[in-house]
């Protein structure tokens, strides 16, 4: 008996129907069946399930004589399930890779409950994804297991019926099955919620949630969408047949009403000669089963008839658009004053003893600025240093930092006045350069990949980016700070602009330099890390031919429990994917189970390289940094040629690596079973890499940066050995 039954009800999809059965066939949980539903349709599915069943054992196909709709399509295929659990897969939706496995893992762990709930991401047809918003209701439902009355956050999710893994005994004891009807996740979703005994939550995205551009029923025109009607009707009689959940009446009574205004409030769905009959269907509905007591707030205008509701929606709209013409009118005001206020601060003189920093565009004490300002606190305490930090960031400074948050009058008061200007990132283009001022860039690590002018040559990578704007910003640099030749050139290359290069080295990895293996024992003690553990640190960079930057590149569990016992694998993915979907196709949960360790919220990367024992990484520029704490780096390219085809590349890291490469998971996985990723070969890899891109870091950087630039004196040649030169010269673009 498998542990999955997954149904699959198919009709006119065959653009889609590979890539669904393709996501459930050739997942890493083997351990399923697949019951296809062919619901008489008109064009290849039914011969595109033929093929599948002849070709893997695990899939039936049911061919039915007549076309009965998506929920009676479901019905038809429960009786033949045989698996533990039901899975109900839409055909031109995709489970995501792992998905399987995650579910089975979490079903274990939760002593098999009558449903499991799992988060999904809907994709767009135009490329987008984006998270299921209520995400986070799954996170707090805990670890252990619930019911609705316990939980009822749980019923503000989608009311869909493949977000979940339902106990096939469950299933079978209550008689659950689908009406007919467009809507017919409604009535199926609340009796099978209200009635579970024990409910758990996954929170990782498990199935892609596709948006078609056309095809959707439920986002077409028509008069379709009255059957939401006749589907309340439905949870209604289940709810009364049950006298031991009539204290749900007043939930689903809201419930109902608010899902009804919505459908009627989209543009898309309803003819507008038939809004108002609707309307009235909805305020029947809504009388006939009123439960005792006030109505909310947002559902009384069902009690005043359709010229009421009308006119709250055209309000609704006029308050809208006056908003708008507010936000954009303070927003113009704003701006003259803050011009005018900047103006005054100008026209007093520069403060000598005045410095500003910021970094990652204003997100706190951080990289090569905070170096910076922590020397100059110590070798020149007369400057005053002030940081640039968003709102939402100041809870996390450190005690004792001055501060002032972008825009304020404050910022507009120091950024005038300040002789010297350190970042990271450009500042903002309002930003004037004064004369006498010192605009300081410290660059955010030596380049592997294409930037500033270079991208004008990469269409797709630049995508977003107005490069000409970017340059006018660059012109504001006084002085690039450079850890390297290599770097040197492709800052002046880049970036042609009329700054001074200084060969100071990086002042974020001046703690790298000579570090000691136990510097890094506090902040695995922090990360949980078993005490005699070997950390393996992957941190993949984001790539521009994926819309939204994320690809996972492998499976992180397997890659976890391959790695073997003694090994604690620690995953800190780019910056600019923190906050998006990528930690929820699995990374979330994988630490939430402790298979791994998540440190994408960690503020200090140069922490979590002292951690570490090895890096495994893709094309990240973290590569050149942790070269200097010579330890082993891996180097997994399995896409190599699409990232240099479309981001562009200074050289071929392939060719001249810090470390062994990988082509394919099997092959990286075979240098750490072998101890490849650490012999006199990977050795002598490592030992060019960083006479080439470490020659002028020496753990200096950042007193020699001060020292030089706020105390005047005359910057001393930075100790460094001969560099070798690739055979292709210093920079060789690819």
């Known amino acids: 008996m498998p542990r999955f039954s997954v149904i699959v009800p198919v009709h006119k999809v065959q653009g889609f129907l590979r890539e669904c059965l393709d996501s459930v066939l050739e997942q890493s949980f083997t351990d399923l069946e697949v019951i296809a539903v062919d619901d008489r349709s008109p064009d290849g599915c039914g011969a595109i399930l033929d093929e599948y069943a002849a070709a893997d054992p695990r899939v039936r196909v049911l061919h039915l004589a007549d076309n009965v709709g998506l929920g009676r399509a479901r019905n038809a295929g429960i009786p033949y399930a045989t698996g533990d659990f039901l899975l109900f897969l839409d055909s031109d939706d995709t ?37 299921n918003v209520l995400a986070r209701v799954l996170a707090e439902a805990g670890e252990g297991t619930f019911t609705a009355a316990e939980h009822p956050e749980i019923l503000q999710l989608l009311m869909v019926v493949w977000n979940k893994a339902y106990r096939r005994d469950f299933v079978e004891r209550h008689g659950f099955r689908f009406p007919p009807g467009y809507y017919e996740d409604t009535p199926w979703t609340f009796p099978v919620l209200l009635s579970a005994e024990r409910i758990a939550t996954l929170d990782r995205i498990c199935l892609a949630y596709r948006q078609r551009r056309q095809g959707n029923i439920l986002s077409t025109t028509s008069r379709k969408h009255f059957d939401v009607h ?18 749900w009446r007043s939930y689903l009574h809201g419930k109902m009403g608010e899902h009804c205004l919505d459908i009627l409030g989209k543009p898309d769905r309803l003819p507008e000669a038939d809004k108002a009959e609707f309307f009235r269907r909805t305020a029947d509905l809504f009388r006939k089963h009123r439960p005792p007591g006030p109505v909310p707030v947002d559902l009384r205008v069902l009690e005043q008839g359709y010229p009421a509701y009308r006119a709250r929606q055209q309000a609704a709209r006029a308050a809208k658009t006056a908003g708008r013409r507010g936000r954009q009118a303070g927003a113009w005001a704003a701006g003259r004053a803050g011009h005018a206020w900047s103006a005054l601060h100008e026209r007093r003189p520069l403060d000598p003893h005045l410095a500003v920093y910021s970094a990652f565009s204003h997100r706190g004490v951080l990289g090569d600025p905070a170096a910076v300002y922590r020397a100059a606190r110590e070798l020149a305490p007369h400057i005053r240093g002030v940081w640039v930090v968003r709102e939402d960031q100041v809870p996390s400074l450190p005690p004792g930092i001055e501060y002032v948050v972008p825009d304020s009058a404050g910022y507009r008061e120091v950024v005038a006045r300040a002789t010297y200007l350190v970042n990271n990132v450009n500042w903002p283009g309002a930003l004037a350069k004064r004369p006498g001022s010192v605009h300081i860039h410290t660059h955010q690590g030596t380049p592997l990949k294409y930037m500033g002018a270079d991208l004008l040559h990469k269409p797709g990578a630049r995508h977003g980016l107005d490069v000409p704007q970017m340059l006018r910003r660059a012109d504001r640099w006084d002085y690039s700070l450079v850890a390297n030749r290599h770097a040197e050139l492709v800052w002046e290359r880049a970036y042609p602009c009329g700054f001074t290069s200084l060969r100071t080295g990086s002042p974020r990895n001046d703690v790298l330099v000579g570090a000691k293996p136990d510097d890094g024992d506090a902040v695995r003690a922090r990360l949980g890390v078993p005490a005699g553990h070997r950390v393996v640190l992957y941190a993949p960079t984001r790539r521009d031919y994926v819309r939204g930057g994320h690809a996972e590149r492998f499976d992180l569990a397997r890659f976890a429990e391959d790695l073997g016992e003694g090994h604690t694998l620690v995953v800190r993915l780019h910056p600019s994917l923190a906050d998006g979907p990528a930690r929820g196709f699995g990374l979330t949960e994988l630490h939430r189970r402790g298979v791994l360790v998540d440190a994408t919220d960690e503020p200090h990367v140069e922490e979590l390289m002292l951690a570490s024992d090895v890096l495994v990484t893709d094309y990240s520029a973290l590569m050149f940094d942790y070269a200097n704490l010579d330890r082993p780096i891996v180097v997994h390219a399995d896409d190599w040629g699409t990232y240099a085809a479309s981001r562009g590349a200074y050289f071929d890291i392939t060719a001249e690596p810090p470390g062994q490469v990988s082509r394919s998971y099997r092959q990286l996985v075979w240098l750490f079973a072998s101890g490849a990723w650490e012999d006199e070969e990977a050795t002598r890899m490592r030992t060019e890499f960083r006479a080439r891109f470490c020659e002028f870091d020496d753990g200096r950087a950042s007193e020699r940066v001060v020292r030089a630039l706020m105390l005047g004196e005359r910057a001393e040649a930075v100790p460094r050995v001969p560099s070798p030169v690739s055979a292709r010269g210093v920079l060789a673009p690819s």
């Open 230 to 247: 006749d589907q309340y009707e439905r949870v209604f009689a289940f709810v009364d047949s049950r006298p031991a959940l009539a204290g």
């Open 95 to 131: 489970f995501t890779p792992g998905a399987l496995r995650a579910m089975a893992d979490r079903l274990d762990e939760s002593g098999d409950p009558d449903v499991l709930v799992f988060d999904y991401a809907r994709t767009f047809w135009w490329g987008g994804t984006r998270r």
